[in-house]
């Protein structure tokens, strides 16, 4: 294992301290948490906040995206580790300014359980709270840490979302609403080139052949659906989009955003490539494409590889997306 880090114990510690110190002008800590918050929460009373977080290993996901239009603030648990109840619920109470706060949740055990959990500790104090848990994998139904669906990178979609409908100034019933609206035209499918190695265990999660693929991975290095040979770029692209596409069964006309990204040693060099196959599948497919990002924002640590995002989208959800957001990473 090479990493530039100390004691593997302390890497979520030493990476948060360093986080806000890098971007004091974005972000603040609650002491002795991983909880990381808006810098200018005075500025945002009124509004309902916005939450997310879960494992570390994903960056920029989730702290990446604290700021105006997006979250208000993130939680960073140990590495491909749940945050604990208690620190979701200080970052509720952080973030209340009295309109109540909106919990977005990646459907993994762990987090569903202890986000759960810290929205019943949260309305006891008379908080009120509404969440989303987000399950837009569409590789497989059931894997390690998950009942259903993996929620992967199409949950950044939710965050911009959400995010810029909070600033401008929907309430928490809003917020719910429009969650539940996009949260099923939101699907991603991921393929690695290679797998991650967390810290603490100091050995990859899986291992692939010089010349092997694995279709379907999740972002802690789940199992996928298929291994095969590596393949070119465009048969990358035509094997996910075929997928994507079953699931959404696309007419001609339709409106998306596509979101490529890569899983954190992938270059942008490669990913932009994958992109530009993208855009001819998807008009080849008769696909409106009304908004795109490139960007390795959602990683697995040190894992090769690439997802895709599909989301269908409507002129209104095109303006969420497209609002003026001011974070670390987006």
Not at 42 to 55: E, L, R, Y
Not at 56 to 74: C, I, N, R, Y
Not at 162 to 169: C, D, M, Q, V
Request: overall charge negative.
């Amino acid at each position: 294992m090479k990493k530039i880090i100390n004691d593997p114990k302390n890497v979520v510690d030493e990476m948060v301290q360093g986080l806000v110190r890098s971007y004091p002008e974005y972000l603040e800590r609650i002491p002795e948490t991983g909880v990381v918050y808006r810098h200018d929460l005075k500025n945002i009373q009124g509004q309902v906040g916005i939450v997310s977080g879960g494992g570390s290993g994903h960056e920029p996901t989730h702290a990446g995206f604290v700021g105006d239009g997006m979250l208000s603030a993130a939680v960073c648990g140990e590495v491909f580790t749940s945050p604990t109840p208690d620190q979701i619920f200080e970052a509720i109470k952080k973030v209340d300014s009295g309109a109540g706060v909106f919990l977005v949740i990646k459907n993994y055990s762990g987090d569903v359980m202890n986000f759960e959990m810290a929205q019943d500790m949260a309305e006891m104090e008379d908080i009120k709270v509404k969440s989303i848990v987000v399950d837009d994998d569409i590789a497989v139904e059931n894997s390690t840490y998950t009942q259903g669906r993996r929620g992967v990178a199409g949950t950044i979609f939710m965050h911009k979302v959400l995010g810029a409908a909070a600033a401008k100034g929907a309430n928490l019933d809003e917020l719910e609403q429009l969650a539940q609206k996009v949260l099923p035209n939101i699907k991603t499918i991921a393929v690695a080139l290679s797998g991650a190695t967390v810290p603490e265990v100091g050995k990859p999660g899986f291992t692939l052949g010089e010349d092997e693929i694995e279709y379907g991975v999740g972002i802690h290095g789940e199992p996928g659906y298929r291994r095969e040979k590596l393949q070119p770029s465009k048969a990358l692209v035509e094997e996910l989009v075929g997928k994507l596409n079953q699931e959404f069964k696309f007419e001609k006309g339709d409106q998306v955003a596509v979101l490529v990204n890569g899983m954190g040693a992938t270059p942008l060099m490669e990913q932009y490539i994958f992109m530009n196959d993208v855009l001819n599948k998807l008009a080849d497919l008769g696909l409106e494409v009304k908004f795109t990002k490139v960007g390795s924002l959602m990683t697995s640590l040190e894992m090769a590889g690439i997802s895709l995002t599909l989301f269908k989208v409507s002129d209104e959800i095109v303006e969420n997306l497209n609002y003026a957001t001011d974070t670390i990473a987006w």
